[in-house]
């Protein structure tokens, strides 16, 4: 499975931004797929993610302000970031991962810079 990510950029506090990664490879195997983000001295965490098992997910912090939505057409998802706050500030990664033979294998594309800044 590979993952091209693309979106991102500097945007004002309050503002928009869309972020979009598209899959390809062995698209079939995908289970789940969404964003991670990292901000500098913090761990990584979760954004959004879509199961195919288990639905939509949203972490606590985007919860309401984030959409996640699937775009089958190009294989991809897409992460609507709606009222941004400086503190969403972080390198946003795209995540797959596909289960087989009873263990989880993840996947990751590059990171897309956000900067929330006034």
């Known amino acids: 499975v590979q993952l091209q990510a693309s979106g991102g950029g500097l945007v004002q506090p309050g503002g928009s931004l869309r972020l979009s990664c598209e899959a390809s490879?062995?698209?079939?195997?995908?289970?789940?797929m969404g964003w991670y983000r990292q901000a500098p001295g913090k761990e990584r965490e979760l954004v959004a993610q879509?199961?195919?098992?288990?639905?939509?997910h949203y972490g606590d912090s985007v919860k309401g302000r984030f959409t996640i939505s699937r775009d089958d057409a190009k294989n991809a998802v897409d992460l609507q970031m709606n009222s941004l706050k400086p503190e969403d500030t972080a390198v946003y990664l795209c995540?797959?991962?596909?289960?087989?033979?009873?263990?989880?294998?993840?996947?990751w594309g590059q990171g897309t810079l956000v900067t929330v800044s006034s």
């Open positions: 995540n797959a991962g596909t289960y087989g033979m009873g263990a989880w294998t993840d996947y």
């Open positions: 490879g062995s698209i079939s195997s995908i289970n789940k």
């Open positions: 879509i199961s195919s098992t288990t639905g939509i």
